[in-house]
């Protein structure tokens, strides 16, 4: 019989594979959860958490639903975010691709700027007073989002020219 033969005295494989319980498949997916909480990384974040905090509802659906979901999240709960020992915990590929002093000069950067975007804020809200000051909520809202985007190109800009790796070689 094909498939059968022994080498060595070692048996062959069996020739049928077992058969597939395709009520217990699982679909996974890693990722961050990223910026934009409207997206579906986000999504699949929260609703891992829900089913870590137990807010999953009641209901049997909702339940087998919940229980073909595996999730782990990194993250340095409600530690000092400013430390290394939270970096690591919040980056499980620590010293592999996550680079432990690119982290260190990116939490830097932050503390030293923490004052900085606060008068950025305040610089925010009277540019909006001015630019928005008369103008109908409709088109004050415009005013609003353009600010922002502003803020956000304003940033990518100077994330870019500190970032040595961005630079022309």
């Known amino acids: 019989m094909p498939g059968s033969e022994s080498v060595a005295g070692v048996p062959a494989p069996a020739t049928t594979p077992a058969p597939i319980?395709?009520?217990?498949?699982r679909t996974g997916a890693i990722t961050t959860a990223g910026d934009?909480?409207?997206?579906?990384?986000?999504?699949?974040?929260s609703y891992v958490v829900d089913i870590l905090d137990k807010k999953i509802p009641d209901t049997p659906e909702a339940q087998a639903a919940a229980d073909t979901v595996f999730g782990v999240i990194y993250t340095i709960d409600d530690d000092d975010w400013a430390t290394p020992e939270a970096w690591r915990?919040?980056?499980p590929n620590w010293g592999v691709s996550v680079p432990p002093q690119e982290i260190a000069n990116k939490a830097h950067k932050a503390i030293q700027l923490a004052s900085a975007?606060?008068?950025?804020?305040?610089?925010?809200e009277r540019e909006y007073e001015a630019r928005?000051?008369?103008?109908?909520?409709?088109?004050?809202?415009?005013i609003a989002t353009q600010i922002a985007r502003d803020r956000i190109d304003q940033e990518a800009h100077e994330t870019a020219v500190d970032d040595p790796k961005s630079q022309p070689a």
């Open 21 to 25: 319980d395709h009520e217990a498949q």
């Open 132 to 142: 928005a000051a008369g103008v109908p909520a409709e088109k004050a809202a415009g």
């Open 36 to 45: 934009d909480r409207a997206g579906i990384c986000y999504e699949v974040r």
């Open 117 to 124: 975007m606060a008068i950025k804020d305040e610089l925010g």
């Open 89 to 91: 915990k919040a980056n």
